[in-house]
């Protein structure tokens, strides 16, 4: 049980490409989120989905945009990389029944720096 | 707007004794509060949680004490192990807005042998 699966792990980035950050989960969470984490900060939502087909924006989501054609995968695209988007990445699903209702599982993260 | 706050960004206790972390909110509708762990390295884990109908919750170790009318919490670990040194997270959500969880900065907890 794989729980929720980030790649790539680590990745650097010019000014203006663009890529993709892939998160895949085998929980089957209805909800899924991407969060950024920069150095010293909180966790800020990017993007979140409650189900197939469905995607909201967060609270930065600005320079980012996802997709969820199936419940599994949840991946973050990156269109034009700024150095402000160099942070960490965590993709995460939420548990929605049962006595531990409530509490997000988290991937390991994606380490991105853009020069 | 910070909505959570960790105001202590570190700190550093003995093992064994008692370590306080503490967290502020400014929001009145939040109604239920989590606490995360971070190792380096890792995703964060979930640790405990406690919903606006308590004052405390107990896990082991760890218990979250709720006080509404200063929307201020805390998570004491008792007693303190050299494992337990990672990043806490303090979150909170309002009802039906699992999606609008908030975390705080972080606290760094160094439990010293």
């Known amino acids: 049980n794989a729980g929720v699966t980030q790649t790539p792990k680590f990745r650097i980035l010019k000014i203006g490409q663009s890529m993709t950050l892939q998160c895949t989960q085998d929980?089957?969470?209805?909800?899924m989120y991407w969060y950024r984490q920069d150095p010293g900060m909180g966790l800020k939502l990017i993007y979140y989905?409650?189900?197939?087909?469905?995607?909201d924006k967060g609270e930065v989501p600005n320079g980012y945009n996802v997709s969820r054609s199936t419940t599994e995968d949840f991946p973050l695209r990156l269109e034009l990389a700024a150095p402000s988007q160099t942070s960490v990445y965590f993709c995460?699903?939420?548990?929605?029944?049962?006595?531990?209702?409530?509490?997000?599982?988290f991937g390991e993260g994606s380490r991105l720096t853009v020069l | 707007d910070q909505q959570v706050k960790q105001n202590s960004p570190s700190l550093s206790v003995q093992e064994g004794r008692i370590s306080i972390l503490n967290c502020d909110y400014t929001?009145?509708?939040?109604?239920?509060f989590l606490w995360y762990k971070k190792y380096p390295a890792e995703g964060p884990t979930f640790l405990i949680s406690?919903?606006?109908?308590?004052d405390k919750n107990e896990d082991g170790r760890f218990t979250v004490f709720l006080n509404k009318s200063a929307k201020h919490l805390s998570l004491h670990i008792v007693p303190s192990q050299p494992g337990d040194s990672a990043v806490y997270f303090c979150?909170?959500?309002?009802?039906?807005?699992?999606?609008?969880?908030?975390f705080g900065k972080g606290t760094k907890l160094t439990v010293n042998p």
């Open positions: 406690i919903s606006s109908i308590k």
């Open positions: 979150a909170a959500q309002t009802q039906g807005g699992s999606e609008k969880l908030v």
């Open positions: 929001n009145s509708m939040f109604d239920y």
């Open positions: 929980m089957n969470h209805n909800y």
């Open positions: 989905s409650v189900g197939a087909g469905i995607t």
């Open positions: 995460a699903t939420l548990l929605t029944s049962g006595r531990r209702a409530g509490e997000l599982f």
